[in-house]
Nanobody, 122 residues
Framework: QVQLVESGGGLVQAGDSLRLSCVASGGTISNYALAWFHQGPGKERELVATISQTGAYTYAADSVKGRFTISRNNAKNTVFLQMNRLQSEDTGIYYC???????????????WGQGTQVTVSS
């Protein structure tokens, strides 16, 4: 059973940057593909970015491409989401998720964190 704990959220202004972290425990993180999801106020959760077990493959949704970067450090059991040029539409809860098989834009994940709040003021 993998446990995921996100951190790094906060209140920022439009144009600022944030770096989210997600630490995994209870399993060998290098066995899992990882992802970040975003749920805006009153909206459904949507996929933001994914990364394969070794980090060789990544995917970013069109809405964040060029602004957000996903990366991982398996030695530290951590996945990151570097968010630059934040916009008000990026406001919401960001969730970390894990699954065994990497699939570029899969939405079904086995393990989820509790989320971290990001608020971008314009």
């Amino acid at each position: 059973q993998v446990q995921l704990v996100e951190s790094g959220g906060g209140l920022v202004q439009a144009g600022d940057s944030l770096r989210l972290s997600c630490v995994a425990s209870g399993g060998t993180i290098s066995n899992y593909a990882l992802a970040w999801f975003h749920q805006g106020p009153g909206k459904e959760r949507e996929l933001v970015a994914t990364i394969s077990q070794t980090g060789a493959y990544t995917y970013a949704a069109d809405s964040v491409k060029g602004r957000f970067t996903i990366s991982r450090n398996n030695a530290k059991n951590t996945v990151f989401l570097q968010m630059n040029r934040l916009q008000s539409e990026d406001t919401g809860i960001y969730y970390c998720a894990a699954r065994i098989a990497y699939n570029t834009n899969a939405l079904q994940y086995n393990y989820w964190g509790q989320g971290t709040q990001v608020t971008v003021s314009s």
